[in-house]
């Protein structure tokens, strides 16, 4: 439970990608790693590494997306004291860094024309050169990339170098999201919520609630595995009965009704008449939620609506009825009177 890099998950899709990966780690070639943000990229190019016959030498990360474009080539090959302001002495690059290991270069599809330029040499021919200097070194080092761009269409576009994608791509491990990787999601949930109740040294755990479920299952997950651990990790410490299955989840933190307001814009002139016509059918068009008023049965979807907002109320107030009540604007006895209507006195 201690570990940071475990990979957890019983998906074919996910379990396809990790033994792709793991075919790929004892070749001495470039591996390039897709996926949307918190997708494990970085777990499967540690695993790469540590599979590979480098698995002692030194495993070098750089963030691409992260360094200004001023810098990036100076931190991938080091430069000499005086080749540029600052540089008040000589300094090693990743590349250098890396000898004898791995280079993981995330975010990819962030690097400058010239940095791609001097990456492809480095990787084609085993050679960097530091900024400020005429001799180049050469250096033993395993390129794996990451990014969560398209590369292919990059380079149609000639926004990526061509020549380069063709030396990066020689095996392409492709992560599945989150929303994909059926029957993982309460899988994950129930490790991150274990090893949290770990963390506040819960005498043991509870598990999930039907509602917490439910909502994990319907939530569509953009954030991927690092949004689901930071949901999970928010809702268990906040739940504040152990005893009881943890059944509140909150996916967007910044939900308030406290929310600072936004700063008026600036003030529009008025619209012509053109403007004014061309604004009267966008004031037509119909709700985004219409949709949810389609039904055939009307008491039937008002009592199913009734039910959602009792449901959702509860969790809210932590299943403390009298607070559920002042909630929602009812008396106790109102409350009790519509639990028990829906079924919902033993939730």
Request: hydrophobic fraction near 40%; aromatic fraction near 6%.
């Given at each position: 439970m201690e570990r940071e890099t475990q990979f957890v998950g019983e998906s074919g899709?996910?379990?396809?990608?990790?033994?792709?990966?793991?075919?790929?780690?004892?070749?001495?070639?470039?591996?390039?790693?897709?996926?949307?943000?918190?997708?494990?990229?970085?777990?499967?190019?540690?695993?790469?590494?540590?599979?590979?016959?480098?698995?002692?030498?030194?495993?070098?990360?750089?963030?691409?997306?992260?360094?200004?474009?001023?810098?990036?080539?100076?931190?991938?090959?080091?430069?000499?004291?005086?080749?540029?302001?600052?540089?008040?002495?000589?300094?090693?690059?990743?590349?250098?860094?890396?000898?004898?290991?791995?280079?993981?270069?995330?975010?990819?599809?962030?690097?400058?024309?010239?940095?791609?330029?001097?990456?492809?040499?480095?990787?084609?021919?085993?050679?960097?050169?530091?900024?400020?200097?005429?001799?180049?070194?050469?250096?033993?080092?395993?390129?794996?990339?990451?990014?969560?761009?398209?590369?292919?269409?990059?380079?149609?576009?000639n926004r990526f170098r061509a020549d380069l994608l063709d030396r990066l791509s020689f095996e392409v491990v492709t992560l599945p999201p989150l929303r994909v990787r059926e029957g993982d999601i309460p899988v994950l949930a129930d490790y991150f919520g274990r090893r949290m109740a770990a963390e506040l040294e819960w005498p043991s755990w509870p598990g999930f609630g039907r509602l917490a479920s439910e909502a994990l299952a319907r939530h569509d997950w953009p954030g991927n595995v690092r949004e689901l651990r930071n949901v999970i990790e928010r809702a268990v410490y906040q739940w504040n009965d152990h005893s009881r299955s943890v059944d509140h989840v909150v996916f967007d933190p910044f939900e308030s009704p406290w929310k600072p307001r936004e700063k008026p814009g600036r003030v529009e002139a008025e619209p012509d008449e053109r403007s004014a016509d061309q604004a009267a059918p966008r004031a037509a068009e119909p709700a985004a939620n219409d949709a949810m008023f389609d039904c055939d049965d009307m008491k039937s979807a008002v009592e199913a609506f009734?039910?959602?907002?009792?449901?959702?109320?509860?969790?809210?107030?932590?299943?403390?009825?009298?607070?559920?009540?002042?909630?929602?604007?009812?008396?106790?006895?109102?409350?009790?009177?519509s639990l028990k209507r829906h079924d919902l006195l033993g939730s």
């Open positions: 899709a996910f379990l396809d990608a990790v033994e792709k990966a793991s075919r790929a780690a004892p070749l001495d070639r470039p591996v390039l790693v897709v996926g949307e943000r918190g997708t494990g990229k970085e777990l499967i190019a540690e695993r790469l590494h540590r599979l590979s016959l480098r698995w002692d030498g030194p495993f070098i990360t750089l963030n691409c997306a992260a360094m200004p474009e001023t810098l990036i080539e100076a931190e991938l090959f080091g430069h000499e004291a005086g080749a540029f302001t600052g540089a008040t002495k000589a300094r090693v690059g990743r590349f250098e860094e890396a000898d004898g290991g791995t280079l993981f270069l995330d975010e990819l599809g962030t690097l400058s024309v010239g940095a791609q330029e001097r990456l492809l040499r480095a990787v084609e021919y085993g050679e960097i050169t530091r900024i400020g200097s005429s001799r180049p070194q050469r250096v033993d080092v395993r390129i794996v990339a990451a990014t969560n761009a398209d590369l292919p269409k990059m380079a149609a576009e009734e039910k959602k907002i009792l449901e959702a109320a509860l969790a809210r107030s932590r299943y403390n009825q009298r607070q559920t009540a002042k909630a929602l604007n009812l008396t106790y006895d109102q409350l009790r009177h």
